[in-house]
Nanobody, 122 residues
Framework: VQLQACGVGLVQAGGSLRLSCEAY????????MGWFRQAPGKEREFVAAISWSGGSTYYADSVKGRFTISRDNAKNTVYLQMNSLKPEDTAVYYCAATTSSLGTLSSEYRYWGQGTQVTVSS
């Protein structure tokens, strides 16, 4: 499974940005997908996850109500819509895939994209 994330952006605080991640796999709908992020000097942290069908989602408390994860299985793509962005959202964002059910731990995800930089200026 190869994952290609897009959406590098520099936005002002309060702005919005949408990340996308395309999966190069024949059975995309077999995978639950997640987004993680890593800020400079910090550990990678969970952001959001979505089940294979899109019927279930889960968010970190820090982004709940501001970020929305979604997927289009026909396009092999998962999205992360980020609204009301804050400077503390600045990080490299990674998409990841797992054959397990929704997970919040990076160890649960086997496949990772290359990461895409999001910078939120104050």
């Amino acid at each position: 499974v190869q994952l290609q994330a897009c959406g590098v952006g520099l936005v002002q605080a309060g702005g919005s940005l949408r990340l996308s991640c395309e999966a190069y796999v024949r059975t995309f709908s077999s995978y639950a997908m997640g987004w993680f992020r890593q800020a400079p000097g910090k550990e990678r942290e969970f952001v959001a996850a979505i089940s294979w069908s899109g019927g279930s989602t889960y968010y970190a408390d820090s982004v709940k109500g501001r970020f929305t994860i979604s997927r289009d299985n026909a396009k092999n793509t998962v999205y992360l819509q980020m609204n009301s962005l804050k400077p503390e959202d600045t990080a490299v964002y990674y998409c990841a895939a797992t054959t397990s059910s929704l997970g919040t731990l990076s160890s649960e995800y086997r496949y990772w994209g290359q990461g895409t930089q999001v910078t939120v200026s104050s």
